[in-house]
């Protein structure tokens, strides 16, 4: 079976600007990230014994990771967000380990969807504020401080009411 990615529909958070200049700090272009997902093509025997998107995800990890760091010249970086949350993304680029990383997300809905997330330092007391708490189930739960919370809110959401 073969996999070809047929259609982009994409939108950037907060907005198009932001995110193109975010990827122009690791000399990339959301022109340039569309073209590496229309270049995925993957050819695979169905494993009954593994779901097609596991082997899928595996394979666009290593597609994004070769035509984004020939690209910009990037290469696999730390992909923890943050050492407090242990989270990581399934794939992180940069020109060094420790420096910006660009963090790359793929998941599958009933859509294929690529979350990509540039660097996170305004984010960053907001992340590391965090603490997980348990809940039901065995899933943990992140608090973020309302002051905290406040800060990051307000980069996007400005008071326009004075």
Not at 79 to 94: C, H, I, M, Q, V
Not at 105 to 117: G, S
């Amino acid at each position: 079976m073969t996999f070809k990615v047929t259609e982009i529909n994409h939108r950037c958070w907060p907005n198009e600007a932001l995110v193109g200049q975010a990827l122009g700090t690791f000399g990339l272009s959301i022109e340039q990230v569309q073209q590496s997902l229309r270049d995925f093509v993957h050819a695979q025997a169905v494993d009954p014994n593994r779901g097609f998107q596991q082997n899928l995800a595996e394979a666009l990890k290593q597609h994004l990771r070769e035509f984004l760091g020939r690209a910009a010249n990037l290469r696999i970086a730390d992909s923890r967000y943050s050492p407090k949350l242990n989270e990581e993304a399934d794939l992180a680029l940069g020109p060094n380990n420790t420096g910006p990383r660009l963090f790359i997300e793929i998941e599958f809905r009933p859509n294929v969807k690529e979350i990509i997330t540039a660097d996170m330092k305004p984010f960053k007391s907001y992340i590391e504020s965090a603490k997980k708490t348990p809940v039901a189930g065995g899933r943990e739960m992140m608090e973020i401080p309302d002051e905290e919370f406040e800060k990051v809110k307000s980069m996007f959401f400005p008071d326009t009411t004075t």
